[in-house]
């Protein structure tokens, strides 16, 4: 058996992979001949902190919607193999690795490139010279330029998307005046300016607009100066540690009069979805405290497609506890459109067919994924703005990644 330096073999058996036919023969016909699909993941799993725990649900997801593609048939009759390439979390060590993948092993169906937007970019140019199709739960805008990646797809909300769920919020409790305080990183000023614009479209105002780092221990001087400018309500942005010390600060100065919205990052976090000790919720730093989700995560919604999200859960659950929200899981989407993608082009080869088979998507197309409806078209490969794929809700104990309220 080809021996693959980096690589976790989840999927596929050993007898079948012992025997695997030449990587050459991949291009013996449109349909892939006898081989099977073939995905490999690129993901964080040993880097430090929370963003750990992202990257292993990331690789959940994956591995459960392998096993339902399998227990359907596999795709197009193949089955599904999936290499998991473990590359801590680091840009250069993913295309480092992504590379030698490439170069050393059979062509994959489907890359699934990192579960951030820093791994996915520097790997878009380098997937898109080698023409392989991939979905992905990256969200950078850069990543929807279908000119420049034809063969690049995203699946979660676009910024755009909780930005206007943002302000449909506040028009919906009566607020006409929201502050504002986001991290200084790429991602976070992304979240930012797509509040901005949806706050100013929605005829709101922005009273006040902050930022923090993520040495910050203590942000009180600038949410003082958030009150300064009376809110009727607070917008936080944030993600693993920072969410507790905006919170914790919030709680110092006696501010927790007004509701605070934490974005959909901010509730991945243990803080806002798990009680004391492990987390905030039911506390006093918690008060008047909602959260950002999608609406999938909401206990008693029925999914994209009839019985998908109970099919997604049950699968999640076979690979250990769902310790997250769902919005974590958008992999498992992403692997579920790339089968439905290759099915309705007829072919696990050609990526150009797949994506222009994607390219007809619309929230009427039925499949396997869970998480949201989708629509994309030749001039962008991200999902199309739909508040009704998210929600918010106030900060609740979490329960097999969802959630038993919701406003």
């Given at each position: ?6 690589v976790?073999l ?6 079948a ?5 030449d ?6 016909d449109a349909?892939?001949g006898?081989?099977p699909y073939r995905?490999?993941q ?8 929370p963003?750990?725990l992202?990257?292993?649900a990331a690789?959940?997801g994956?591995?459960?919607a392998?096993a ?6 596999g795709i197009?009759g193949?089955k599904?193999?999936?290499e998991?390439?473990d590359e801590g ?5 993913a ?5 030698e993948?490439?170069?050393?092993g059979?062509k994959?169906?489907l890359?699934l ?6 791994e996915a970019?520097?790997?878009a140019?380098?997937?898109t010279?080698?023409e392989?199709f991939?979905?992905?739960?990256a969200?950078?805008?850069a990543?929807?330029?279908p000119a420049?990646f034809p063969y690049?797809?995203?699946t979660p909300p676009?910024p755009?998307t909780w930005?206007k769920s943002?302000a449909?919020?506040a028009?919906?409790?009566?607020a006409?005046?929201i ?8 991602f976070?000023?992304?979240?930012a300016?797509?509040?901005r614009k ?8 922005l009273s ?7 040495e910050d221990?203590?942000?009180t001087a600038?949410?003082?100066?958030l009150?300064?400018t009376k809110p ?7 993600a693993?540690?920072?969410v507790?010390?905006?919170l914790?600060s ?7 009069d007004?509701?605070l919205v934490?974005d959909?990052?901010?509730a ?5 979805n ?6 905030l ?11 950002q989700?999608?609406s ?7 999914g ?5 999200l109970d ?14 929200p ?12 790339a089968?439905?993608?290759a099915?309705k082009a007829g072919?696990?080869t050609?990526a ?9 998507f ?13 629509t ?9 703005v739909?508040v009704s794929s998210v929600a ?6 979490l329960?097999e990644?969802q ?5």
């Amino acid at each position: 058996m080809r021996k693959r330096l980096g690589v976790v073999l989840v999927a596929a058996a050993l007898a079948a992979t012992a025997c695997s036919p030449d990587p050459d023969a991949d291009s013996a016909d449109a349909s892939g001949g006898d081989q099977p699909y073939r995905i490999v993941q690129l993901v964080g799993l040993s880097q430090p902190g929370p963003s750990a725990l992202n990257a292993q649900a990331a690789s959940e997801g994956v591995k459960a919607a392998v096993a339902v593609l399998n227990s359907k048939g596999g795709i197009l009759g193949r089955k599904v193999e999936l290499e998991i390439i473990d590359e801590g979390g680091n840009p250069t060590t993913a295309v480092t690795k992504l590379q030698e993948r490439l170069a050393k092993g059979p062509k994959p169906n489907l890359v699934l490139p990192g579960n951030t937007s820093a791994e996915a970019l520097p790997m878009a140019p380098i997937l898109t010279e080698a023409e392989i199709f991939s979905v992905q739960q990256a969200s950078a805008s850069a990543l929807d330029d279908p000119a420049k990646f034809p063969y690049l797809f995203k699946t979660p909300p676009v910024p755009e998307t909780w930005a206007k769920s943002l302000a449909d919020y506040a028009k919906s409790k009566g607020a006409t005046k929201i502050a504002m305080i986001a991290g200084k990183d790429a991602f976070a000023q992304a979240t930012a300016e797509a509040t901005r614009k949806a706050i100013a479209d929605a005829g709101l105002t922005l009273s006040g607009d902050e930022t923090y780092t993520a040495e910050d221990l203590d942000v009180t001087a600038q949410l003082e100066r958030l009150r300064a400018t009376k809110p009727d309500l607070l917008f936080m942005q944030g993600a693993g540690a920072s969410v507790g010390y905006v919170l914790q600060s919030r709680l110092k100065i006696g501010w927790t009069d007004i509701p605070l919205v934490a974005d959909s990052t901010s509730a991945t976090t243990s803080l806002l979805n798990h009680g004391a000790p492990d987390g905030l919720v039911g506390t006093p730093a918690a008060q008047n405290v909602s959260v950002q989700i999608v609406s999938a995560a909401v206990k008693g919604h029925q999914g994209a497609n009839p019985g998908s999200l109970d099919t997604m859960i049950t699968a999640l659950k076979k690979e250990g506890e769902i310790k997250l929200p769902l919005n974590v899981y958008y992999a498992y989407d992403a692997v579920m459109l790339a089968a439905k993608a290759a099915e309705k082009a007829g072919t696990i080869t050609d990526a150009k067919a797949e994506a222009k088979a994607l390219e007809t998507f619309t929230p009427q197309e039925t499949g396997l994924w869970a998480l949201g409806k989708y629509t994309f078209t030749a001039t962008s490969h991200g999902p199309a703005v739909d508040v009704s794929s998210v929600a918010i809700i106030p900060a609740a104990v979490l329960t097999e990644g969802q959630y038993a309220t919701a406003s």
